[in-house]
């Protein structure tokens, strides 16, 4: 099943980005958090399920770029993906639930994180889709 999910994501991520001027990761991540009030900078860690460092990325590449997208488009995003996702909570996600780590790796000590990220965002060191 994981196979398959991944080959879906990955065809839709080829194609978001053929017509994009954005990666699907900094607009699933970063773009969407994104409201009329403003987000802290310290939040969106948090908020996104995805590091910091990778938030730094990010933030520095739109910074240079400005870009916006419609809010059509990322409605239709966001609806043929919540599908999929369920509930984004990690009481409730169906997929959260299949992210057990090893009892004995690292990621099994330290705090289950509150959310994960709405794509994968992996560093130059390699990692995990948070960035870690």
Do not use: C
């Amino acid at each position: 099943m994981s196979a398959l999910v991944s080959r879906v994501l990955l065809a839709f991520a080829i194609e978001f980005e053929r017509e994009s001027e954005l990666s699907l990761a900094i607009s699933s991540n970063v773009v969407r958090l994104r409201d009329e009030k403003g987000v802290r900078f310290r939040e969106l860690p948090r908020l996104s399920g995805v590091s910091k460092e990778l938030i730094q990325v990010a933030v520095g590449w739109l910074e240079k770029r400005q870009a916006r997208f419609g809010l059509d488009a990322i409605r239709n995003l966001r609806q043929s993906l919540e599908h999929l996702v369920g509930t984004p909570t990690a009481r409730l996600s169906p997929l959260f639930r299949g992210l057990e780590p090893h009892p004995g790796g690292w990621r099994a000590s330290v705090p289950r994180p509150e959310g994960l990220p709405h794509y994968p965002m992996v560093t130059h060191r390699g990692g995990s889709p948070d960035g870690s």
